[in-house]
């Protein structure tokens, strides 16, 4: 604890943090928005078929993935709380984020063996990745005010943003690379199965091999964490305790419980556009050729990553000018017309467009939202108990969002319907911001 203390604002242990985002961040590129969406959609394609059977019933691919999704953060919904409560007790979260580092970089390395044919447990390893990841990256919020002061956390938090989409396009050209030219690099067809698709199983290897070499130095410099005082009972119910006492809290704290409702709502766009984003590109786009699909994909998933860095920057210091709560405002009007705009996407360069603009609003408005929830905590030590409260909150809204947007997608038979859907979040979450700085009536 003193070693933290000690520490707090220093630029080792800033860097340190925010290199965390550097190590986990090929994961959100390379499997959740990039390489794997077009793998599993190259699969459904090789078997030409666009449904498959699985617990009884017969589904089609695009709402398969999303209900996973869905699945798997209502799990990480319930584990954030848990894992919460034991490491404020033990005084070591750091123990955590390891673990649940190192399962969601295995689970990476699993998606190798991804297959129609073995569909659980390729479902599975998709299941444990999204877990190790969301998982790992909450607890690593949790530690930006212990490590930073009020002033330092919106630019350390882009910092950490931007360095994790440097980081992943770097492995993500490197990925891309392979497909586009496997023979390079060793990959040939074999098996029945194609080099392209081959050099796409690479790739998630790759993503886990970075994931843990990368996230040493984090581990090297972060303390473990606060040891809370009390008597030490119920320690694996003591998470959901905490949401509890966190939550009577926010009843004193109005501008914090106003702001939680409002990126609550918004959120719940952001993070399903995230996750689904390519699936919509993989479907609706009329790319020519299955070579021009995969080529035209990564490299839109380039242009976010590649503008985000400058988005996220800019946003930074636009937030130093107007506000942060005025910048956010602004951001989601943005996300509201990007919403609109894509449902009438249909060629290459309309995605390519909608694309970088995706990239100026989407690292800007996580890079925010998270330094703004730390800057309206009240003077505590128990960061990782308001942390968990934020995250859940964001998890529960995936959850809705992502079912949402499957359901929409499977009743209607496309997902273009389900972006209009998103607006609404974007614009109701645009009007509680407004309401955030209001004095108490």
């Keep these: 604890m003193a070693r933290a203390l000690a520490l707090k604002g220093s630029k080792k242990l800033l860097n340190a943090w925010a290199f965390y985002d550097w190590a986990n961040s090929v ?30 019933g017969e589904i089609a691919r695009a709402p398969l993935i999303s209900y996973v999704t869905s699945l798997a953060f209502i799990f990480i919904a319930i584990v954030t709380p848990l894992i919460s409560g034991i490491a404020d007790y033990l005084g070591n979260k750091k123990i955590f984020l390891k673990f649940f580092c190192y399962l969601g970089a295995l689970s990476c390395i699993g998606l190798y063996w991804f297959s129609l044919e073995n569909i659980y447990f390729g479902l ?71 080099a392209e698709i081959k050099a796409m199983k690479y790739s998630f290897i790759s993503v886990g091999i970075w994931w843990i070499l990368f996230s040493q130095y984090t581990f090297m410099h972060l303390p473990k964490g606060y040891k809370r005082e009390g008597a030490r009972t119920n320690i694996v119910l003591n998470g959901f305790k905490e949401l509890k006492s966190v939550w009577k809290q926010l009843g004193t704290e109005t501008r914090l419980k106003r702001y939680l409702g409002a990126f609550f709502v918004y959120s719940m766009a952001v993070q399903t556009i995230m996750l689904i984003a390519t699936y919509f590109g993989e479907e609706e786009i009329s790319w020519g050729t299955d070579g021009e699909r995969t080529t035209g994909l990564i490299i839109s998933i ?18 130093k000018a107007y506000g942060n709560i005025k910048t956010l405002i ?67 809204g995936i959850v809705i969002g992502t079912f949402l947007y499957g359901a929409v997608a499977q009743l209607t038979g496309s997902m273009r319907n389900s972006t209009i859907f998103l607006a609404v979040f974007f614009l109701v979450g645009a009007f509680l911001l407004t309401r955030v700085n209001k004095k108490t009536e």
């Design 27 to 56: 994961y959100s590129l390379v499997i959740s928005s990039a390489v794997f969406p077009i793998f599993y959609g190259a699969l459904f394609r090789a078997a030409e078929i666009e449904k498959v059977t699985i617990f009884g």
């Design 124 to 194: 599975t390893c998709y299941f444990f990745g999204l877990v190790g990841f969301w998982v790992s990256f909450a607890i690593n919020n949790s530690y930006l005010p212990d490590v930073a002061f009020p002033e330092q956390q919106d630019g350390i938090s882009a910092k950490g943003f931007s360095l994790g989409y440097i980081g992943s396009v770097i492995l993500l050209v490197f990925n891309l690379a392979m497909v586009m030219q496997p023979a390079v690099f060793g990959i040939t067809d074999s098996g029945g199965e194609v």
């Design 302 to 319: 380039l242009v976010i990553q590649i503008v985000a860095i400058f988005g996220a920057t800019v946003t930074a210091y636009a937030s």
């Design 330 to 396: 602004f951001i989601n009007i943005i996300w509201i017309l990007l919403c609109v705009y894509a449902y009438f996407l249909q060629t290459p360069t309309d995605f390519y467009i909608a694309a970088g603009l995706v990239g100026v609003v989407m690292g800007g408005i996580q890079a925010l939202s998270r330094s703004t929830y730390s800057k309206f905590l009240p003077e505590t030590t128990d960061t990782t108990s308001f942390f968990s409260f934020y995250d859940v909150a964001e998890k529960i």
